[in-house]
């Protein structure tokens, strides 16, 4: 996810602290040109809670609910992709300068030092089937 993070322009913890997972997951839908997995809005919603509260010792999952809650009420857009990230047969990461993969190192060695060494390898998989 910290890749997804760098592809969408956030460089640091302090980029992205004042987003909102539930906007991020749309731009990075767009981005890829299908739907995400739900667990991936988690992640993201989990990134911008620790650039904001560090210490926190909350994972990804502790963000179902508060997503599950969110869509529910507000759905989403429109013009989101109608293609499943399942489906995909085409990684979206040929499509990305060759930049990202040193921006990708820079973020993920921020978060880790910002979350004390106590990082769910979810974050850093550089194959993750959702890249």
């Not at 509260?53 to 869509?71: C, H, I, M």
């Not at 857009?77 to 190192?105: G, Q, V």
Request: with cysteine; aromatic share 16%.
């Amino acid at each position: 996810m910290a890749q997804c993070a760098v592809d969408l322009g956030y460089y640091s913890l302090g980029d992205i602290k004042h987003e909102s997972g539930a906007d991020l997951i749309i731009r990075l839908e767009k981005l890829k040109g299908y739907w995400e997995d739900p667990c991936a809005e988690d992640a993201l919603r989990c990134i911008v809670h620790y650039a904001n509260d560090p210490e926190s010792g909350k994972s990804w999952w502790d963000f179902t609910a508060e997503r599950k809650r969110y869509r529910e009420r507000y759905g989403y857009p429109p013009d989101r992709p109608s293609t499943p990230w399942y489906e995909k047969k085409r990684s979206y990461k040929s499509r990305l300068p060759n930049s990202s993969a040193a921006l990708f190192a820079s973020f993920t060695r921020e978060f880790r030092v910002k979350m004390n060494g106590n990082v769910h390898k979810h974050y850093f998989w550089r194959n993750s089937p959702w890249l």
